[in-house]
T-cell receptor, first 114, second 115 residues
Framework: GAVVSQHPSWVICKSGTSVKIECRSL??????MFWYRQFPKQSLMLMAT?????????EQGVEKDKFLINHASLTLSTLTVTSAHPEDSSFYIC??????????FGPGTRLTVT | KQEVTQIPAALSVPEGENLVLNCSFT??????LQWFRQDPGKGLTSLLL?????REQTSGRLNASLDKSSGRSTLYIAASQPGDSATYLC??????????????FGKGTKLSVIP
């Protein structure tokens, strides 16, 4: 149980384009979903927290107009990187939790912007 | 703001050795503490989760302890194997308001087990 999937697992896009990453909880309803970013040899940094049906709460320093998060249902959250640039290249990981319990992590999405 | 520190940043041991990874956190008012494993280029694998009311958790060759008063947790790996080579991350759950809990990660300890 408690499986979280992400799609795509890796994506390459050109500078200036937008890319969407999906995060799904497969066997439970996720009241809260989290998005993290991990740069090479760095730890995970929380980008934003989203509750189903509400606007996401972004961490300080994260541009909400650049990283659009939608949590439209209890099993799906999406992260859209708009007008991507090479410095946005990173490993993006989502997690999902039911109420205030343990977070379950997706396998991550490797984004490369050329 | 919670800060999580892991020492050492890297560790190399011969196969069969027992080892301890250290984690410290600044805010003792944590909800849970969790240890993860991350292989290169991969996502996170949860190893052990210790609830704030617990002092330790065990799974196979792994044992994690938690001392909230001193702000420390340790992950003990017995009889290390080359397959244990990975980066181990410690993360603390802290209450962030409105019924939500956030995870703060350490930078990890990169473990290499030499055959």
């Amino acid at each position: 149980g408690a499986v979280v999937s992400q799609h795509p697992s890796w994506v390459i896009c050109k500078s200036g384009t937008s890319v969407k990453i999906e995060c799904r909880s497969l066997d439970f309803q996720a009241t809260t979903m989290f998005w993290y970013r991990q740069f090479p040899k760095q730890s995970l940094m929380l980008m934003a927290t989203s509750n189903e049906g509400s606007k996401a709460t972004y961490e300080q320093g994260v541009e909400k107009d650049k990283f659009l998060i939608n949590h439209a249902s209890l099993t799906l959250s999406t992260l859209t990187v708009t007008s991507a640039h090479p410095e946005d290249s990173s490993f993006y990981i989502c997690s999902a939790s039911y109420l205030a319990y343990e977070q379950y992590f997706g396998p991550g999405t490797r984004l490369t912007v050329t | 703001k919670q800060e999580v520190t892991q020492i050492p940043a890297a560790l190399s041991v011969p196969e069969g050795e027992n080892l301890v990874l250290n984690c410290s956190f600044t805010d003792s008012a944590i909800y849970n503490l969790q240890w993860f494993r991350q292989d290169p280029g991969k996502g996170l694998t949860s190893l052990l989760l210790i609830q704030s009311s617990q002092r330790e958790q065990t799974s196979g060759r792994l044992n994690a302890s938690l001392d909230k008063s001193s702000g420390r947790s340790t992950l003990y790996i017995a009889a290390s194997q080359p397959g244990d080579s990975a980066t181990y991350l410690c993360a603390a759950y802290s209450y962030s308001g409105a019924g939500s809990y956030q995870l703060t990660f350490g930078k990890g300890t990169k473990l290499s087990v030499i055959p």
